[in-house]
């Protein structure tokens, strides 16, 4: 069958033996984008904002190294970032 996911299966009650559609219309399950990866993301505040007394330093003391942006690779539940340090870091206002 393949990738081939049937709409609707149900037990023959009288063999105890599932039968399917002949269809393909039944989808599959893919980890939702969102959910796949551990929060926060790694990427540096100067994408994701910083709390409010805070601000974002993307050079000199502080700034660290922090990628610019990065995104979340849902079948592996891992974030997949810049290889930059452009990113920033918070600090205190």
Known sequence: MGDCVPSRCG?????????????C???RCVPDPGEGCPDPSPAGCALTGCPEG???????EGAGC?????SCDAESGRWTCTRDCGGG?????
């Not at 009288?14 to 039968?19: D, P």
């Open 54 to 60: 805070e601000r974002c330093a993307t050079e000199g």
């Open 89 to 93: 870091a918070c600090v205190p206002d």
């Open 11 to 23: 037990c023959d009650d009288a063999t105890g033996a599932w039968v399917c559609t002949d269809d």
């Open 25 to 27: 219309g039944g989808g």
């Open 66 to 70: 922090h990628p610019t942006r990065c």
